[in-house]
């Protein structure tokens, strides 16, 4: 079937004296197509043609079978035998065609209005891994977008192993200025073991990641399966990522000899970043970069982070301190040795006894076992 367009343009250049041949070869169209419509004077249809199934006789018998059986359904093998017995020649596949042509009819799939939602300053991340590249030597983009100004950190890896994933965190909160209260994932197993492990909405989470995420003091969310809409905001900027980043720079290098690796890539993403993210977003109508210096306010602040990682530090090392000067104590009153047998270390300065254990042990085996 030509177009309307197609079929004024072979007339034209016929009037104008070109040949059938010559028309073909201008038009790409076949000759004998050519030849049929500069016949017609008017554009002509192809006409309708009505196909015979083997299942026209038994379609209006099928229909009130299953009509009559809602809202239960009336399997296919069963209708299949009751046809058969009627006389059907057919096969069991085009039964099951039309079978389903009738539940579709009965049960119109209604398209999912998809809601979004807007979160408030400070209060929600979305992160994802993106494939760039697969194979041996992959390429995955990390991904991390503030949900209120959109603001998005994006780092270049060659595993989404977890150290990394953790890594990776670090470097989008440096990047932010901070730490959003919660982060949105999917089911990264980085993330989470099992979902509805404990119950409903009771996830079983990656231990490793879970301690990650009590000591950067925000709250990992998942969002639910199969539904990649829930985080539709990083999946969007993923595609842009792609599209706008990945692709054409990929493109530039072809052939300078430059292998498009992670460090290359990380090189050329500082000066992208900035571009995309004083971009006027489509959704918000401003650029990220203005709505961040709203949203820094309301993030967890780093240095609160890290005051307390050093408090706690400080604690391990006091407790360690503590438990040396228990050993050392317990070693000076439980164990009694001559003058001649004390070998000449200050135990003072040594944070563990192994560097005079063995000594102590072989003293006297008599006396027992001092150490269980």
């Not at 209060?123 to 990390?142: E, M, N, R, V």
């Not at 603001?151 to 890896?157: C, L, N, R």
């Not at 990522?241 to 692709?247: A, I, R, V």
């Amino acid at each position: 079937m030509i177009t309307k367009e197609e079929f004024v343009m072979i007339h034209t250049l016929k009037s104008q004296g070109y040949s059938i041949r010559a028309i073909a070869r201008m038009t790409g169209l076949n000759r004998r197509t050519i030849s049929k419509r500069l016949k017609e004077k008017e554009l002509q249809g192809y006409k309708s043609r009505n196909y015979i199934s083997k299942l026209d006789n038994y379609k209006e018998y099928i229909v009130k079978r299953i009509t009559d059986a809602l809202p239960d359904k009336i399997p296919s093998s069963v209708l299949y035998e009751e046809i058969l017995d009627m006389g059907y020649k057919g096969k069991i596949r085009i039964l099951q065609y039309f079978i389903k042509e009738i539940y579709e009819s009965l049960n119109p799939k209604k398209e999912e209005k998809i809601i979004r939602f807007e979160t408030k300053a400070g209060y929600q991340a979305q992160c994802d891994w993106t494939i760039l590249k697969s194979g041996k030597k992959p390429l995955y983009g990390f991904v991390m977008l503030l949900g209120y100004s959109r603001y998005a950190f994006v780092y270049i890896t060659d595993n989404m192993k977890q150290e990394t994933f953790q890594e990776c965190h670090k470097k989008a909160f440096e990047y932010f200025g901070g730490i959003p209260k919660t982060i949105l994932y999917d089911n990264l197993k980085s993330v989470v073991i099992k979902r509805d492990k404990y119950g409903k909405n009771q996830h079983g989470f990656n231990d490793i990641f879970l301690d990650f995420a009590k000591s950067y003091k925000f709250i990992p969310k998942l969002c639910k399966p199969y539904r990649p809409v829930t985080k539709g905001k990083v999946e969007r900027f993923n595609l842009y990522l792609k599209n706008n980043f990945y692709k054409p720079l990929k493109s530039k290098l072809k052939g300078s000899g430059i292998e498009v690796d992670s460090v290359v890539l990380n090189n050329y993403l500082s000066s992208w970043l900035i571009k995309a993210n004083n971009r006027v977003h489509s959704t918000t109508n401003q650029k990220s970069s203005v709505l961040l210096n709203q949203e820094k306010e309301y993030l967890i602040s780093l240095g609160d982070i890290i005051a307390i990682k050093m408090e706690k530090n400080k604690e391990k090392m006091n407790k360690k301190e503590l438990k040396n000067k228990n050993i050392i104590n317990a070693i000076n009153s439980n164990i009694s040795l001559s003058h001649n047998e004390i070998p000449n270390i200050d135990i003072v300065y040594h944070n563990t006894i192994s560097d005079y254990e063995s000594i102590l042990l072989t003293n006297d085996t008599n006396k027992g076992n001092h150490y269980a």
